[in-house]
C-alpha cells in the first residue's frame, strides 16, 4: 500500500496547461504545486488534492456552480439580452443541435442572429431520440465539424431535446460549455432547468445520464405560440405540479385557468422555472428536497412504458398528469384530513387532461393491470435496496419524499382511482 501510494504521488506532480491566462504561451506549462490527503479503508485508496491560491481559471473546468444562470426574453430584461448572449459566445465556435421542426418553424432573435452561418444537427423530438444510437449520431456529427472544447453547442427544442443534447455535450470530449434555448413549456420550466441530463436504457426513462448545468438556459415564451392543445397540455402539467409541491398560491392562481386560451400560460412561466431553480439550488444533486419534483413521476413513467409496450401515444406530461391523480389518492389516504382539497385537485387535472380532443387514455388506463405497471415502478432511480420510494403531498403547496410504496398500496390506489 505504502509503494501503491508513493506511485500515486510521484504521477500527480503534474504540468497543467493554461493557454487562456492572460499573457501566456498556449503551448507553454506550469508547474503546480499540490497537497494530497489519502484516505485509506478496506475499499482502497482515495486521494484528496488542493491546490494553494487557485483561482477559478485553475480549477477543472468541468466543475459548474449550483446557481444556474436563466435568462428570461422579456421587455424588462431586454437590456441585458444581447449583452448576456454575446457573453457566453463571445470568441467560440458555435455548433446547434435543433429539434427538426425548425428546419421550418421560425426562431428568434438573439437566436436567429447566429442561426444561419452555424453548424446544425436536426433530430426529432420524442423519447425514441433519448437513445444511445441517437447519442452516437450527434457525437459523430460534432466529430465531423472538427468541435472541440472551445465550442459551445446551443441546443434548440423542448425536454427531449434538452435532456439528449445535455448528454450529449457534457460527455463529448468530457465535457463543451452548452445552451439550453427551450422551445416547449416542458422545457422552459423543467427539463432546462437543473442539470439533469441523460438518456433511455433498456426500455426505461433515463437511466444513464449525468448532473451537468448548461452554462445559460434562454427563454423565450414567444415559442409558446406555435404549440397544439396536447403540447401546451404536456408542459401545463408540469407546471401544475411545480405548484403543488411547492407553492399553494400558485395553485390557487391558475387552478381555473383556460390554458387553450392565446396568452394564458406565457405570464406563469418564469414564476414556475424559478420555483424549480430555487429547489435545484438547495439540493442539486437529488438527495432531498429535489427529490418532490418527482411528483407524479413515478406512475408516469411507467405508464410512459407501458404506453410505448401497447403502441399508444402518450406525451410525458400527459403521464405526468395521470401520475399526479393517482399520487394526490395516495396522499388523501395518508393525510385523510386534506381528502377535500386533494379532491378538487384531482378532478381539476383530470378535466385538463381530458379536455384534448380525440384522446382515450383514460379508456386505455381502464384496461390497465397495476401488477403489471408495478415492472416498471421496480426500475424507478428514487428506489433503495429494492424499496419503491415515491413522493406524495401533505398539503397544497408541500411535499414529503422517499415515501416507501408496497404492491398493495399501489394497487388499492389505482382501482380507486382508475377502476
Known amino acids: 500500500m505504502a509503494s501503491l501510494i508513493g506511485t500515486i504521488a510521484q504521477l500527480v506532480e503534474q504540468r ?34 488542493h491546490q494553494p491560491n487557485a483561482s477559478t481559471m485553475d480549477k477543472p473546468s468541468n466543475i459548474r456552480p449550483v446557481n444556474h444562470t436563466i435568462h428570461f426574453h422579456t421587455p424588462e430584461q ?3 439580452r444581447e449583452t448576456l448572449w454575446n457573453q457566453h459566445l ?11 421542426r425548425f428546419r421550418h418553424e421560425p426562431i428568434y432573435n438573439p437566436l436567429a442572429s447566429i442561426w444561419d452561418e452555424s453548424p446544425k444537427c436536426f433530430i426529432p423530438a420524442g423519447e425514441k ?6 447519442a452516437q449520431q450527434i457525437w459523430t456529427w460534432l466529430d465531423n465539424e472538427k468541435t472541440d472544447r472551445g465550442h459551445v453547442l446551443v441546443i434548440v427544442g ?77 408542459g401545463w402539467m408540469e407546471l401544475v405540479k411545480h405548484s403543488l409541491i411547492a407553492d399553494s398560491a400558485l395553485w390557487t392562481e391558475i387552478r381555473d385557468l383556460d390554458i ?49 409496450e401497447d403502441g399508444i401515444t402518450l406525451g410525458h406530461g400527459m403521464a405526468v398528469g395521470w401520475g ?61 435496496d429494492g424499496i419503491v420510494l415515491d413522493v406524495m403531498l401533505e398539503g397544497i403547496g408541500r411535499a414529503t419524499w422517499d415515501r416507501p410504496l408496497s404492491l398493495i398500496q399501489f394497487t388499492s390506489i389505482w382501482k380507486q382511482v382508475f377502476q
Open 324 to 384: 399526479m391523480i393517482w399520487s394526490i389518492a395516495w396522499s388523501a389516504s395518508v393525510y385523510p384530513e386534506q381528502s377535500d382539497s386533494f379532491s378538487q385537485v384531482g378532478q381539476k387535472i383530470r378535466a385538463w387532461l381530458e379536455a384534448i380532443p380525440n384522446d382515450n387514455q383514460s379508456d386505455w388506463l381502464v384496461t390497465l393491470n397495476p401488477s403489471d405497471l408495478w415492472t416498471a415502478v421496480l426500475k424507478d432511480k428514487k428506489n433503495r
Open 129 to 134: 431520440s433519448k437513445s444511445l444510437e441517437v
Open 158 to 234: 423542448g425536454g427531449t431535446i434538452s435532456d439528449l443534447g445535455g448528454f450529449v455535450a457534457s460527455t463529448y470530449k468530457r465535457g463543451l460549455p452548452f445552451i439550453i434555448v427551450p422551445t416547449t413549456i416542458v422545457g422552459m420550466i423543467d427539463a432546462s432547468i437543473g442539470g439533469k441530463n441523460g438518456i433511455n436504457f433498456g426500455h426505461f426513462k433515463n437511466q444513464i445520464g449525468l448532473f451537468q448545468l448548461p452554462d445559460l438556459t434562454y427563454v423565450d415564451t414567444r415559442f409558446i405560440a406555435s404549440l397544439d392543445a396536447l403540447e401546451r397540455t404536456n
Open 78 to 80: 431586454a437590456a441585458n
Open 90 to 100: 463571445s470568441g467560440a465556435g458555435i455548433r446547434i443541435l435543433a429539434d427538426e
Open 16 to 49: 497543467i496547461e493554461n493557454p487562456r491566462v492572460p499573457g501566456s504561451n498556449p503551448g507553454s506549462t506550469t508547474k503546480s504545486q499540490l497537497t494530497l490527503a489519502f484516505f485509506v479503508s478496506k475499499h482502497g485508496v482515495a486521494l484528496h488534492w
Open 260 to 308: 387553450h386560451k392565446t396568452g394564458a400560460i406565457e405570464p406563469w412561466i418564469q414564476r414556475a422555472a424559478l420555483i424549480k431553480k430555487e429547489i435545484v439550488a438547495s439540493d442539486f444533486m437529488d438527495k432531498s428536497e429535489r427529490k418532490a419534483l418527482n411528483f407524479g413521476h413515478t406512475l408516469a413513467h411507467a405508464l410512459e412504458w407501458k404506453a410505448k
